[in-house]
């Protein structure tokens, strides 16, 4: 059983920058991979990005690239997520996520656990 708890969000002009952490509970943190999703209003949750087990392999959605950083502390059971160059079309509920299982990492169900998600709004 894996706890997630989302922190970071907040309000930050068009163009500053945020980091979001997500602390984990439970000795097997380091086993997951995780990831970051959000969800807009009246939007579906989609993804944003992924990282493996060891922190050595990462991967982003196309909107993010480039802007965005997946990172992992495995002594500090903790992911980060830090977001430079924000847009208003950035502003969701982020959530973290840790699963088990292997597939495509994009696809939600994939995910076992997720955390109770952190806001993020990005004025223009």
């Known amino acids: 059983q894996v706890q997630l708890v989302e922190s970071g969000g907040g309000l930050v002009q068009a163009g500053g920058s945020l980091r979001l952490s997500c602390a984990a509970s439970?000795?097997?943190?380091?086993?997951?991979?995780m990831g970051w999703f959000r969800q807009a209003p009246g939007k579906e949750r989609e993804f944003v990005a992924t990282i493996n087990w060891s922190g050595g392999s990462t991967y982003y959605a196309d909107s993010v690239k480039g802007r965005f950083t997946i990172s992992r502390d495995n002594a500090k059971n903790t992911v980060y997520l830090q977001m430079n160059s924000l847009k208003p079309e950035d502003t969701a509920v982020y959530y973290c996520?840790?699963?088990?299982?292997?597939?495509?990492?994009?696809?939600?169900?994939?995910?076992?656990?997720w955390g109770q998600g952190t806001q993020v709004t990005v004025s223009s």
């Open positions: 439970g000795r097997t943190f380091s086993r997951y991979p």
């Open positions: 996520a840790a699963r088990l299982r292997l597939g495509d990492p994009m696809k939600l169900d994939l995910y076992d656990y």
